[in-house]
């Protein structure tokens, strides 16, 4: 069984309407789908009016109790899906689905398909958007309160980046002093573009079979599909995937990996175009619950 959990927040960059989006796409579910469950919803601090840097006190709050939510869904034996949201929602995920697999004597994976790195700092970022930050604190780089949250000490090297082409100058050094592995946009659309999706299949293939992580959280950043496809974002970036491939790389990885938990965030439905963003998330999110083995 697969439980559905809403978290709605947007405030952590300067651009909000990722609240919004979450709720809109959590409440177009397929009315047909028969494999899962209501897991409740988080809507703390919808109008807090506070932004950027500025919520940092509320991003860790809305985690802290996102990070039970997910922790007690999990508890019963059932995958989790979650609808978010700007991406520091990932933390709570990230960090329930870690503690899981720690409990479980499993090693633990991350494969975070995104635009961007989210390993910036507040101390190194540009622009102080902390869903920036994001996947630095849950390796333990960076605000100590947010660092806190992930008390299991992942491991990095069981963590992949996919579809990365905005990468800031602190982000590049922490992916060569941590040795981070990244399938960046560009390999993925030349390899695509030469031969086939396969061979971008087989790199993913490849790392599982090095790493052999036994307990995979998959992170979702819709800026990772080309803003000329879906615009409704709030930090496009140019040169991006296309939708088609996009789906059939998450296809692979529910149905031949062990995912157990899964995020989708930053579908901003008030910057969205015909609702032509709001409809591939919708794919996705009815492609993932059909082929999650």
């Known amino acids: 069984m697969i439980k559905v959990i809403g978290a709605y927040y947007g405030n952590s960059g300067r651009i909000k309407g990722a609240e919004n989006g979450s709720r809109k796409l959590r409440d177009a579910l397929p009315d047909e789908e028969t494999k899962t469950e209501d897991g409740g919803y988080i809507d703390d601090f919808l109008h807090s009016g506070l932004h950027g840097a500025d919520c940092l006190p509320e991003v860790v709050a809305f985690n802290r109790k996102l990070k039970d939510k997910v922790i007690s869904n999990l508890e019963g034996g059932c995958k989790v899906l979650t609808i978010g949201g700007d991406h520091t929602i990932a933390l709570g995920t990230m960090s329930a689905s870690a503690e899981i697999a720690r409990r479980e004597g499993k090693r633990f994976g991350v494969l975070y ?155 901003n439905s008030e910057l969205d175009e015909d609702e032509k963003t709001f409809h591939i998330c919708r794919t996705i999110v009815s492609q993932i619950l059909k082929n999650w083995n």
Do not use: W
């Open 113 to 267: 398909i995104d635009a961007h790195g989210d390993l910036n700092t507040l101390e190194n970022s540009p622009s102080k958007n902390l869903h920036g930050t994001t996947l630095a604190a849950f390796y333990g780089v960076g605000e100590p309160s947010m660092t806190a949250l992930s008390d299991t000490n992942p491991d990095i090297r069981n963590l992949i980046l996919i579809g990365t082409r905005s990468l800031d100058k602190g982000e590049k050094q922490l992916i060569e002093d941590r040795r981070i592995e990244i399938l960046d946009a560009q390999t993925i659309k030349e390899n695509i573009l030469r031969s086939g999706i396969q061979p971008i299949l087989s790199r993913l293939d490849s790392f599982m079979s090095r790493n052999r992580p036994e307990h995979i959280h998959l992170s979702f950043d819709i800026d990772a599909i080309d803003p000329s496809q879906a615009p409704g974002t709030g930090v496009p970036e140019k040169d991006g995937l296309d939708s088609h491939d996009t789906i059939a790389v998450i296809n692979h990885i529910v149905s031949h990996y062990p995912v157990r938990t899964v995020d989708i965030v930053e579908f």
